[in-house]
Each structure stands twice: as structure tokens, then as C-alpha cells.
């Protein structure tokens, strides 16, 4: 029974001992250069207002449709001479609406999607020199400047 549990704790000891050992050490960095992306981005582009404000063409059955509109509506409120003002502030009031209806016054606006070109960094090429060898690693932050050390998380395995 011994024999077997001092056997178990020798290949334990083997294979903790095979396995990679790891350290940290410092290289210079040689170079950096950013990995960049090239994209298109769309946003919604709009322009002012699009209505006509002459009154080159403008029909007028709009206005008159709106202003008999308006008086029937106006006729039917109060009494005497205040009906007489309500009708003519109807006819006056469904003037204008049937006219800006007719004649597309309102404001409105034209809209379009316009898509430019968006270069966006997406971390760093570095090439360093560690113990006369050369090796290369991808990076999300600039590491430093040509000439800096660099610190490298490496490890040893035997073969």
C-alpha cells in the first residue's frame, strides 16, 4: 500500500514539474503600428423647409371650400350680432386652412441617409526584441514608444 501512494506522488511531482513555467521579463519595443479599420457609417441627413411661398399657381378652391366650411360652423354659434361675427370669423379661419391645405404650406422636410467613411483603431501591431530573438504581438493599448521596454508574460515548456 505504500509502495503505491509514494509511486502516486512521483508522477505528481513529474507532472507538476513538465508542466510550463511561467515568469515576466522585459523586451524593447522595435516598432508600433496601429490596426486600423475602414467602414462606412450612414446618418440621417435632413434639409429645410420644402413648402412654396409664391403664389405663382395657386388655386383657390381650397379657400373657398374652407371659408363656406368655416361660415356654416361659425353660423352655428350664439345669437344676433355675435353669430354675424362668428360666421365671418369662420369663414375667415376656414379660408386660410382650405388654402394652406390646397397650396402644401406646411413645413416639410426632406430627408436622406448619407454614408461616409469612419477609420476606427483597432489596437496595435508591436514588434519587439527580447534575448536577440524578434516577435510580434497584437495589442488593444499602445504599449509605448520604438525604444521602451515592454513587458512580456512568457513561458517555458519542455520539449
Do not use: H
Amino acid at each position: 500500500m505504500k509502495s503505491k501512494i509514494f509511486l502516486a506522488l512521483i508522477c505528481l511531482s513529474i507532472s507538476a514539474w513538465a508542466q510550463a513555467q511561467q515568469f515576466t521579463d522585459y523586451g524593447i519595443i522595435r516598432s508600433v503600428t496601429p490596426l486600423q479599420v475602414n467602414s462606412q457609417q450612414g446618418r440621417q441627413v435632413c434639409d429645410g423647409v420644402a413648402g412654396s411661398n409664391n403664389n405663382v399657381g395657386r388655386g383657390i378652391i381650397g379657400s373657398v371650400i374652407g371659408g363656406v366650411a368655416g361660415g356654416i360652423l361659425g353660423n352655428q354659434v350664439g345669437g344676433g350680432n355675435g353669430r354675424v361675427v362668428a360666421t365671418a370669423l369662420g369663414a375667415l379661419a376656414g379660408g386660410m386652412t382650405g388654402d394652406r391645405i390646397q397650396n402644401n404650406q406646411g413645413a416639410q422636410q426632406n430627408c436622406w441617409i448619407e454614408y461616409v467613411n469612419v477609420t476606427s483603431n483597432n489596437g496595435y501591431s508591436v514588434i519587439y526584441d527580447y534575448n536577440g530573438m524578434t516577435g510580434t504581438a497584437n495589442m488593444l493599448n499602445n504599449p509605448g514608444e520604438p525604444g521602451e521596454k515592454i513587458r512580456l508574460a512568457l513561458s517555458l515548456m519542455p520539449i
